[in-house]
Nanobody
């Protein structure tokens, strides 16, 4: 499975962005999907995850209520709607595919290159 995240960019505090993760090579319809992020000098951390059928969704505490993860109609794309962005949300955002919507990096088998999100104050 090849994953490609897109939709990052520069936005002001309080603004919104929608990230997309598109799969190629193999469908991700049966995979759980996760979003992670990594800020400069920090470890990669969990942001959100969704099960293969959308029935289970998890968020990290620092994005709960502001970010929404969803699967596209074809189920081969996953989105991360990010609202009320803060400077501390600045990071490279990665999407990943795995068997379960877990919060740990090791739980995911496939990763795509990240997309940069920068929130200015």
């Amino acid at each position: 499975v090849q994953l490609q995240a897109s939709g990052g960019g520069l936005v002001q505090t309080g603004g919104s962005l929608r990230l997309s993760c598109a799969a190629s090579g193999r469908t991700i319809i049966n995979y759980a999907m996760g979003w992670f992020r990594q800020a400069p000098g920090k470890e990669r951390e969990f942001v959100a995850a969704i099960s293969w059928n959308g029935g289970r969704i998890y968020y990290s505490d620092f994005v709960k209520g502001r970010f929404t993860i969803s699967r596209g109609n074809t189920k081969n794309t996953v989105y991360l709607q990010m609202n009320s962005l803060k400077p501390e949300d600045t990071a490279v955002y990665y999407c990943a595919a795995g068997s379960s919507p877990v919060v740990t990096l090791k739980g995911y088998d496939y990763w795509g290159p990240g997309t940069q999100v920068t929130v200015s104050s």
